[in-house]
């Protein structure tokens, strides 16, 4: 989120060379302008999930929408088993990452390749940016308890 | 003196062309028409292309080309026109017709102001009318028009977007079920007959209907504009050949002092549909209209249309006598004026709505012509702006009171006061004019801040590209009391008619992916794990995806000679601006480009035996050169099992993906 702002504030302020200095205040002041409204299509993916609660069992309601996810979304490039295809193998990912680490890197990909370490390494090895796939946060909530079913938990 | 140089002199002529272009630039054009790198631009500018039969998109003030958004034409740049999903887009009554002439855009209205949801244009050539999405810039749905020639006076919309007109340019022998249609050509004037059909709009959907078609004298139906406001329940006409020439226009059709404006009262008009006045022809044109679920066309041919009949039905329409051949017929902001512009007059009469009424319910008649009621040229007209130039073709209006119109013979747009009837600016544009734009200007409220000038020459405003040269646009500073020339920009066909609309009404409704899940097309994979292929007869169904950077499957293997094979790619990312594209050797239509969630299909024949490359065409990523795959052709009545795999090789043994 933090990106997102810095990026929307950069804009504001540098709003238009070519137009008058009133409208630039404007502008400035927060005033809708072509640009904004561009950018600021509404998109699923983006904001920073901070925390997220674990509990057992398992909802294995959630599991099942997951694999339907999963099947679309994720296999293309992830597996059950610990081969790297595209991406790694999601055995025992549950237990190498925090939940709320695979929440962003499923829903808020840019912070996270921008920030965090780990992210980076793994674009170094992949090469392929982890790609926005159009997944809710609570679709994304699903697919963790999928993963941990799918690392055995019950 | 050759033509082309024609326009040139006559610009030296008025005295008001500097002595090169670069004089007429002002010291701060450059900034005015600056968007840095990254920066957005104000307007969309959405234009016409001409002979190309497709739009372009460019932004504005910058004069940056974004899209050309695929229309009447194939373009094997995204497959359009060419893929299984798309073909039937271009289907009409004569069959597949992969190219038109494209004039003019109408964006739609909503009271009378741009909505931002849907752009229309004509096709010229073979009737019809497009309506495009500005939510996907995609065509979603064709309309022919039957008893029809020459769409010109089109796409037009009512206040509403109630309706889009068609016009037809060329009169000729209507060719309804039954008509006699093979008759000698110089019977035009017992025999040949025009059109205006009226296109309802479905108001959510956007889904055309032809409602009904007006059956007109045999002259040429040139241009028009709806009304609104007070005239919003009319549309009006230019009209040119009332001589009814036949051979040699040029000449036989400039005879006569004054040509027509034409009044339709359309609400009237519905009236009578409604009534049950209308009769039904038999006639046959194509409806094709794509699916944004399916991501497929449909083409379904129609047999009737209803039709009025002007001289049986009383006060439908209405000609008002308008000197020397009339092009433009436009209608300013208010509502109250209609401005003719006559090829060949040195006047630009404009008509005033008011009088029209008053004279039509005075019934100040000066005759009739072809049954049609003739109002009187003094009892409609508001006034004559005198001597604007050489040449007047098309007014657009900023809603401060001024018209802008262009004159192709002195090469200038001439500013004028609407009210006043006086010139108060004029500048030169490189070179002829034809159509111009100024953004909102056919609105209620325009936007006003430019004017784009669509030149019908270019001659030396590029580096030169041999005999071809690309189009030539100017765009202008109307902001303050004179115009000033800021910028010009190539495009793409020769561009017609244009429209500008506000960034803000457009860009946040811009779509960026299709989500999969919506995915209803028939062929859809949505699963690495459905990837299969299919043989039914001597046609084999590749159900195919894409993701970077691997299609499944990637190896095929059981094609045999005499074989059609049918790629149906589904893109399974849902990323923005994240397509595929797939190609294979020796396909004689296209590639296919493939968005975010699509599912688009190819048809390969193979001619050969042998082992076919396929591969992605668009850089999808680092290992993009890795997307590609192989496709194995053996020898008809062969044996080779039907296969397909990724990632099965025998050396590695990496467990298939696919199965």
Known sequence: MKLKLLITCALSLSLFSCTSRQEAEEAAKGSPSPVDAAIEQPEEHGTEVKEIVLSNPLNMEWVEAAKIIYDTKCLSCHKLTDEKVVGPGWKDVTKRRQPVWIMNMITNVDMMLEEDEEAQKLLEQCLVRMPNQNISQDEARQLIEFMRHNDGEK | MNYATLPLFLVALHGCAPKNPTQAITGDAAEKVYVAPGKHDEFYNIVSGGFSGQVTVYGLPSGRLFRQIPVFSQNPESGWGYSEETKPMLMTSHGFAPWDDSHHIALSTTNGEHDGKWAFVNGNN????????????????????????????????????????????????????????????????????????????????????????????????????????????????????????????????????????????WKKCEEYVKAGKGKMLGVKYAHNTYSEETHSATSTIIKEVLTLDPKELKDLIYFMPCPKSPHGCDVDPTGKYIVGSGKLAAIIPVFSFDKIIKAIGDKNFEGEYDGIPVLKYDAVLHGEVKKPGLGPLHTEFDGKGFAYTSFFVSSEIVKWDIEKLTVVDRVPTYYSIGHLCIPGGPTVKPHGKYVIAYNKITKDRYLPTGPELTQSAQLYDISGEKMKLLLDFPT????????????????????????????????????????????????????????????????????????????????????????????????????????????????????????????????????????????????????????????????????????
């Open chain 2, 126 to 265: 073979t009737p019809r009318i497009a309506r495009i999405s500005l939510k996907t810039f995609r065509t979603e749905e064709i309309i022919e028009i039957p008893n029809a020639s020459g769409n010109h006076s089109s796409p037009f919309l009512t206040e509403n977007s109630e309706y889009a007109i068609a016009g037809t340019r060329f009169s000729f022998p209507l060719d309804y079920t039954g008509a006699n249609t093979d008759v000698a050509i110089n019977s035009y004037k017992e025999n040949f007959k025009g059109t205006v059909s009226f296109v309802a709009i479905n108001k959510e959907t956007g889904n055309m209907n032809i409602a009904f078609q007006l059956l007109l004298p045999g002259i040429n139906f040139d241009l028009s504009r709806g009304g609104r406001g007070p005239s919003r329940d009319w549309f009006f006409f230019s009209c040119y050949n009332t001589e009814q020439a036949n051979t040699l226009l040029e000449v036989n059709a400039s005879q006569k002092d004054k040509d027509f404006i034409m009044a339709v009262n």
């Open chain 2, 492 to 659: 793409i066909g020769e561009p017609h008619y244009a429209e500008a609309i506000p960034a803000t009404l457009v860009a946040p409704n811009s779509l960026k992916i299709f989500k999969i899940e919506n995915n209803k097309h028939a062929y859809v994979t949505k699963s690495e794990k459905d990837a299969r292929v299919v043989r039914e007869g001597n046609k084999i169904h590749v159900y195919m995806t894409s993701m970077r950077s691997h299609f499944v499957p990637d190896n095929i293997e059981g094609i045999r000679l005499g074989d059609e094979v049918y790629f149906h790619v589904t893109n399974l990312e849902q990323d923005w601006d994240v397509p595929h594209g797939f190609a294979v050797k020796g396909a004689g239509n296209a590639e296919l480009l493939i968005m975010p969630g699509e599912t688009a299909t190819l048809k390969w024949v193979p001619d050969r035996v042998g082992v076919q490359a396929i591969y992605c065409t668009d850089f999808c990523s680092a290992l993009h050169q890795e997307m590609q795959g192989y496709a194995r052709v053996s020898p008809a009545g062969s044996s080779t099992p039907l296969k397909w795999s990724t990632g099965e090789t025998p050396e590695a043994g990496l467990p298939a993906a696919s199965k």
